[in-house]
């Protein structure tokens, strides 16, 4: 058995050891997956796009209505509070944050129940990056049908669909699975997907199949300051095995080259199969971002 670590957390107005925090087991979060998350990067122990993700943590609790238990203020003190913890214990100066805001505690119904105190767990663990020979190679994924449900634009806690589409390409020796909803790609199972077309940035429009990753606006504002062309369109899976550059985006892999999808090389001519130039320049960018939006 992995022994849980021992480091600081907060659980429902409690700081204490992660290895001795305790739910009830009739909490809606463990009965029913009833709740909603977000994890925010931590470089050098300051917060990357705190407001942002805190935006998009209360746009998924009022989706699944559930009033917000902090405000921004509340949410940035405890963070704060983790990411010392953990760097005084482990030295690590590069963070994920992570939040979970559940229903709360009630007996089992499938109706919410009004009036119950939400359940608010927070952590930091150690952020664990895409490795040098992932970046100087590129990495491989491979396809599959989005058989998920129909709200991915939720940051839910019921991740099961995600688990087992990630499980896909696990056991083919694989980062991600890139998904498509009716021939049309949606996301990976735990990244935002990117195609590049002619010079362009080009990734699926904003809907209820795709969570609105922190990095849709990150690389527009990248993209506008490097002066490559952004778009948001329906991108087919024909789109994708075609497209110069495929990209990852996600909090722990910020902006990933694919270079292998189902096998087969990615890009045309000399770059096939290889980390293309609309990632290099969109890496770097991101790197400066790091140091000028943390707080």
Not at 151 to 167: C, E, H, P, W
Request: net charge negative.
């Amino acid at each position: 058995m992995t022994a849980l670590p021992d480091h600081l957390c907060f659980l429902n107005g409690h700081y204490q050891p992660l290895s001795e925090a305790k739910v009830s087991v009739l909490d809606r979060g463990f009965i029913f997956g009833d709740g909603v998350y977000e994890v925010i990067p931590v470089y050098g122990r300051r917060l990357f796009r705190f407001a942002e993700h805190i935006a998009r943590l209360e746009r998924s609790l009022a989706k699944v209505r559930i009033a917000p238990p902090a405000g921004r203020g509340e949410w940035l003190e405890r963070s704060r509070r983790l990411v010392d913890s953990l760097h005084a214990r482990t030295g690590a100066e590069d963070q994920l944050v992570y939040l979970q805001v559940t229903r709360g505690v009630a007996p089992r119904d499938h109706v919410m129940p009004p009036d119950i105190e939400p359940t608010v767990f927070m952590m930091a663990s150690p952020m664990k990056p895409a490795t040098p020979e992932q970046r100087h190679h590129g990495v491989a994924c491979v396809t599959a049908v989005d058989f998920r449900w129909e709200r991915g634009d939720i940051k839910s806690t019921s991740l099961l669909g995600a688990v087992l589409a990630r499980q896909i390409s696990a056991d083919q020796g694989a980062v991600e699975t890139i998904l498509f909803r009716g021939g049309w790609l949606t996301e990976a199972s735990a990244s935002n997907v990117w195609i590049v077309h002619e010079g362009a940035l080009l990734g699926p429009p904003k809907s209820e199949h795709v969570l609105e990753g922190i990095r849709y606006e990150l690389l527009k504002e990248l993209c506008e300051e490097e002066g490559i062309g952004y778009n948001l369109r329906p991108i087919s899976e024909a789109d994708v095995r075609a497209a110069d550059e495929v990209l990852l985006s996600s909090a722990t892999k910020e902006v990933l080259p694919v270079t292998r999808i189902d096998g087969e090389p990615v890009g045309h001519g000399a770059l096939r199969g290889k980390p293309g130039p609309v990632y290099a320049r969109l890496y770097e960018a991101y790197q400066r971002a790091k140091r000028e939006q943390s707080i």
